[in-house]
T-cell receptor, first 113, second 116 residues
Framework: DGGITQSPKYLFRKEGQNVTLSCEQN?????MYWYRQDPGQGLRLIYY???????QKGDIAEGYSVSREKKESFPLTVTSAQKNPTAFYLC????????????FGPGTRLTVT | AQKVTQAQTEISVVEKEDVTLDCVYE???????LFWYKQPPSGELVFLIR??????QNEISGRYSWNFQKSTSSFNFTITASQVVDSAVYFC?????????????FGAGTQVVVTP
């Protein structure tokens, strides 16, 4: 089955710890994206990547880091510098063209206490 | 910069009623694309429709219909004869041709609650 997988579905961490969220796609898409969703709010772009070994900051990149070593994978690290890390994180991929829709993974709900 | 406004935070209807979700957008680009996504309680966003700025034809897909009007910068979504399974958050989004690599600007979303 083609699609996007994110793991785990739920993640709990103590404050001060870095945590890495996984995102894998087998759609052969060039572009991948990370979004953050807070209750009652829309999606805000954290980082996006156009090709392997290249990525750009989105609207709220502070406190986050990413890597794109493989076309299929785009992990997101939430660092201890992120002041409000508790949120729902969604990964997406697309062809990269403005005219094409993005496909989303099931999301990871991160809780930091 | 692109902007999408979904003024309705939540809409509650009884099953079989029609519901219309409003979406108003702002962009200086002449070529752009509009999208609607559904987010059920499971959390994953599901793509519903894409419209480009040069195609103002309304579209119908089963119980879903979309009304695109460039004159008012609106791309509204109607669910006819709503069902409980339609309960979800619906997002309108915009992508402009000049944006890097298909970046989407999302509205805040509208929660639709359909009760039996």
């Amino acid at each position: 089955d083609g699609g996007i997988t994110q793991s785990p579905k739920y993640l709990f961490r103590k404050e001060g710890q870095n945590v890495t969220l996984s995102c894998e796609q087998n759609l052969n898409h060039d572009a991948m994206y990370w979004y953050r969703q807070d209750p009652g709010q829309g999606l805000r772009l954290i980082y996006y990547s156009q090709i392997v070994n290249d990525f750009q900051k989105g609207d709220i990149a502070e406190g986050y880091s990413v890597s794109r070593e493989k076309k299929e994978s785009f992990p997101l690290t939430v660092t201890s510098a992120q002041k409000n890390p508790t949120a729902f994180y969604l990964c997406a991929s697309s062809s990269g063209r403005a005219s094409h829709e993005q496909y989303f993974g099931p999301g990871t709900r991160l809780t930091v206490t | 910069a692109q902007k999408v406004t979904q003024a309705q935070t939540e809409i509650s209807v009884v099953e079989k009623e029609d519901v219309t979700l409003d979406c108003v957008y702002e962009t200086r680009d002449t070529t752009y694309y509009l999208f609607w996504y559904k987010q059920p309680p499971s959390g994953e966003l599901v793509f519903l429709i894409r419209r480009n700025s040069f195609d103002e034809q309304n579209e119908i897909s089963g119980r879903y219909s979309w009304n695109f009007q460039k004159s008012t910068s609106s791309f509204n979504f109607t669910i006819t004869a709503s069902q409980v399974v339609d309960s979800a958050v619906y997002f309108c989004a915009l992508s402009a041709l000049t944006d890097s690599w298909g970046k989407l600007q999302f509205g805040a979303g509208t929660q639709v609650v359909v009760t039996p």
